[in-house]
Antibody, heavy 117, light 106 residues
Framework: EVQLVESGGGLVQPGGSLRLSCEVS????????MTWLRQAPGKGLEWVAN????????HYADSVKGRFAILRDNTKNSIYLQMNSLRVEDTAVYYC??????????WGQGVLVTVSS | EIVMTQSPATLSVSPGERVTLSCRAS??????LAWYQQNAGQAPRLLIY???SRATGIPARFSGSGSGTEFTLTISSLQSEDFAVYYC????????FGQGTKVEVK
């Protein structure tokens, strides 16, 4: 069974940093691109960042470029989202997801990040 | 950026009814269109990819159609577990989602 489990969310002040983790199981991790997406409270879904199978290529939404970094550790079947210079508008539930042929076929349960003073 | 527009925003229906949800892209996305279902407090679940292919384990009452800029998700006979928010998403040029259609009990 494919499973994705996020962790690391919480409350952080504007301008602060936070690192999210997503550990996966149930599939051959190194064969897939992986993704972070987010959903602000009561809002729709927004793609945030992708990372290639071996980690050599990444893509970011304009809203987070230069502030967020997506990383992966294939020895730990995990991806990470390093979030710096956080803003109030970054408040959201963050999901990790598996990318298959450019669509998101498996999602984690999500982790809440709240940016507030 | 490709903008995805879903209609209606809310649909009030009774169990057993046939439901049709619409999604329009601001420019052609070919057939690179997915549909997701999100129940309250849960993560989205993939229903349809490549505009008309059902994902693994998705019941046959869900079907997708369309290409280019106009797409439709049809639920042939609405079940109680189908009351949820539905999102379309294009993956022809990066990844963007519609704002969602909420299917609620009439």
């Amino acid at each position: 069974e494919v499973q994705l489990v996020e962790s690391g969310g919480g409350l952080v002040q504007p301008g602060g940093s936070l690192r999210l983790s997503c550990e996966v199981s149930g599939f051959t991790f190194i064969k897939y691109w992986m993704t972070w997406l987010r959903q602000a409270p009561g809002k729709g879904l927004e793609w945030v960042a992708n990372i290639k199978e071996e980690g050599s290529e990444t893509h970011y939404a304009d809203s987070v470029k230069g502030r967020f970094a997506i990383l992966r550790d294939n020895t730990k079947n995990s991806i990470y989202l390093q979030m710096n210079s956080l803003r109030v508008e970054d408040t959201a539930v963050y999901y990790c997801a598996r990318l298959t042929k450019d669509y998101f076929d498996h999602w984690g349960q999500g982790v809440l990040v709240t940016v507030s003073s | 950026e490709i903008v995805m527009t879903q209609s209606p925003a809310t649909l009030s229906v009774s169990p057993g009814e046939r439901v049709t949800l619409s999604c329009r892209a601001s420019q052609s996305v070919s057939n690179k269109l997915a549909w997701y279902q999100q129940n309250a407090g849960q993560a989205p679940r993939l229903l349809i990819y490549d505009a008309s292919s059902r994902a693994t384990g998705i019941p046959a009452r869900f079907s997708g159609s369309g290409s280019g800029t106009e797409f439709t998700l049809t639920i042939s006979s609405l079940q109680s577990e189908d009351f949820a928010v539905y999102y379309c998403q294009q993956y022809n040029n990066r990844w963007t989602f519609g704002q969602g259609t909420k299917v609620e009990v009439k």
